[in-house]
């Protein structure tokens, strides 16, 4: 008993694949092949349209974004953060291209509380968090253009013993680890803004 043609094997012109698979495998390649991948802080060629000797990488862009003042002592260390890592260490550029808004916001939220003896609830708390806001405001100086905005939050958590300088102490290494952190987050989120012009 003969099988039927499509469960035979396949031999010469029939090996070969219809047009329209193969003119799909091809599609598909040249989208494939106009895709780029690339690390964020790479260093790319002069960018089209700069000025000569303009280098279009990103850490260059960011080493001239100059930070405005801030008040409070929470802003003041995302600040220092960020001019850090702004500049690798340099400090404020002292030609800026873009000007930085920077506002934060900070929350200090009891999370438990002890139930004492007599299991009333009435009990001091012995866990908080700190939760931190940063937005900012990415301001090209040349024109005036507003290149990029956001927001972005940052929780850090800490234990609220029973002794009052080792809470004020725990409070304040958890606002030095928030403000660590947003700063990071807004240095990458900065950065990214800056990829796209």
Do not use: H, W
């Amino acid at each position: 008993m003969l099988l039927p043609d499509r469960f035979q094997p396949l031999s010469g012109s029939k090996r070969l694949l219809p047009m329209g698979i193969l003119g799909c495998v091809l599609g598909m390649a040249l989208i494939a092949g106009g895709c780029q991948v690339r690390p964020l802080y790479s260093n790319a060629g002069p960018v089209a349209g700069a000025g000569a000797g303009v280098s279009g990488s990103v850490q260059s862009k960011l080493a001239t974004v100059a930070i405005t003042e801030v008040g409070g002592r929470e802003a003041q260390v995302v600040r220092n953060n960020l001019i850090f890592l702004f500049n690798r260490g340099a400090g404020q550029p002292a030609s800026a291209a873009y000007t930085m808004t920077l506002s934060i916001g900070v929350q200090d939220l009891s999370l438990a509380l002890v139930q004492n003896a007599t299991n009333d609830k009435s009990g001091q708390p012995t866990a908080g968090s700190i939760r931190m806001t940063g937005n900012y405001t990415l301001t090209r100086i040349s024109d005036g253009k507003v290149v990029g905005k956001g927001t972005r939050l940052i929780t850090a958590d800490y234990d609220a013993p029973r002794q009052r300088y080792a809470v004020l102490r725990a409070q304040r290494d958890a606002n030095n680890r928030a403000a660590r952190e947003i700063a990071e987050a807004l240095n990458l989120s900065v950065a990214q803004d800056l990829s796209k012009i």
